[in-house]
């Protein structure tokens, strides 16, 4: 069982940049592939980036350049750096935890319960 919970969601102007931490429960923390997912209202979950427990990173290609995956196993922690944010990239984020990299919510049995991202045009 992982317990995780997200913080750092806030309001922030166009162009500006929030760091998002998710801190997870547990002694296994890192032998879990890590994801960042995000749902705007009216739409559907979508995958962000996810960091796999060998630290490779993968990104969607709305985000890449921009937003940034890590992971501090020492601290059971994975973060999203996420720059030059635009208003499209509001939503809620959570992130989920999964026994391999994937990029369908599907693949995760592990999910917080999201911190809200909301960027101001």
């Known amino acids: 069982q992982v317990q995780l919970v997200e913080s750092g969601g806030r309001l922030v102007q166009a162009g500006g940049s929030l760091r998002l931490s998710c801190a997870a429960s547990?002694?296994?923390?890192?032998?879990?592939?890590m994801g960042w997912f995000r749902q705007a209202p009216g739409k559907e979950r979508e995958f962000v980036a996810g960091?796999?427990?060998?630290?490779?990173?993968y990104y969607a290609d709305s985000v890449k350049g921009r937003f940034t995956i890590s992971r501090d196993n020492a601290k059971n922690t994975v973060y999203l750096q996420m720059n030059s944010l635009k208003p499209e990239d509001t939503a809620l984020y959570s992130c989920a935890a999964a026994q391999a990299m994937g990029t369908a919510p599907s693949e995760y049995d592990y999910w917080g319960q999201g911190t809200q991202v909301t960027v101001s045009s």
């Open positions: 960091i796999a427990r060998g630290g490779n990173t």
């Open positions: 547990g002694r296994t923390f890192s032998s879990y592939a």
